[in-house]
């Protein structure tokens, strides 16, 4: 080769290694629970399998107390929301009754509660549960807990239940974070 163009050679390659290295997007952090009461830590020998947001809506209903005569309350029915990936893009789906994850891929998992923390005023509170076995094979497959944190809205009704309401039932919008877990 030349010895002339060598050096040419050797500064485009380098040019054009750090313009690729300039337009590559920026790793995303690992996933910290640092910041998070306790309570709602997935205990250690898990890790991240997959972080979602929920966006959609619960539903409450106007009913009476359980044994108390004369005496109203909202009751959870259940959720209804989309499991969207960080780019925003539609990965499954949280609904219930029972309380129920389902990837797009059809694999699904029930979970029972374990713990949960306040979410901050106005906001469902943080909640980490335990996943049964899932269904089907899929993204689901070996989630041993689901977080439920950065909760936005889904508090129950702010208008009272009465004997004149009973029975109608209330839709809010909320927004929360589900991070999924396996064990390592």
Same mark, same amino acid.
């Given at each position: 080769?030349?010895? %002339?163009?060598?050096?040419?050679? #050797? $500064? =485009? =390659?380098?040019?054009?290694?750090? #313009? @690729?290295?300039?337009? !590559?997007?920026?790793?995303?952090? *690992? ?6 009461? *306790? ?9 991240? @399998?997959?972080?979602? $947001? ?10 009476? +107390? ?8 909202? !009751? ?9 990936? %960080?780019?925003? +893009?539609?990965?499954? +789906? ?9 990837? !797009?891929?059809?694999? %699904? ?5 374990? #713990? ?13 549960? +335990?996943?049964?076995? #899932? ?28 004997? *004149? ?10 927004? *929360? ?5 396996? @064990?390592?």
């Amino acid at each position: 080769m030349n010895t %002339r163009i060598a050096p040419v050679a #050797a $500064t =485009l =390659l380098s040019a054009t290694l750090l #313009a @690729a290295c300039g337009s !590559m997007p920026p790793m995303m952090p *690992a996933y910290s629970q640092a910041s998070l009461p *306790a309570a709602v830590q997935v205990p250690a020998g898990h890790q991240v @399998a997959m972080e979602t $947001t929920g966006v959609g809506e619960i539903t409450y209903q106007c009913s009476a +107390k359980k044994d108390t005569t004369g005496q109203y309350e909202w !009751m959870f029915v259940g959720p209804d929301a989309r499991l969207n990936d %960080r780019s925003g +893009k539609q990965v499954g +789906k949280y609904y219930g009754p029972p309380a129920t994850w389902e990837s !797009m891929d059809g694999s %699904r998992l029930t979970a029972t509660q374990v #713990a949960v923390a306040p979410g901050g005023m106005g906001n469902i509170p943080f909640q980490l549960v +335990k996943g049964n076995p #899932a269904m089907g094979n899929g993204a689901m497959n070996g989630v041993t807990y689901i977080q439920r944190v950065a909760t936005q809205g889904g508090v129950m009704p702010a208008t009272p239940c009465t004997a *004149a309401n009973i029975g109608i039932k209330q839709v809010v919008n909320y927004q *929360a974070d589900y991070i999924f877990y396996k @064990a390592m």
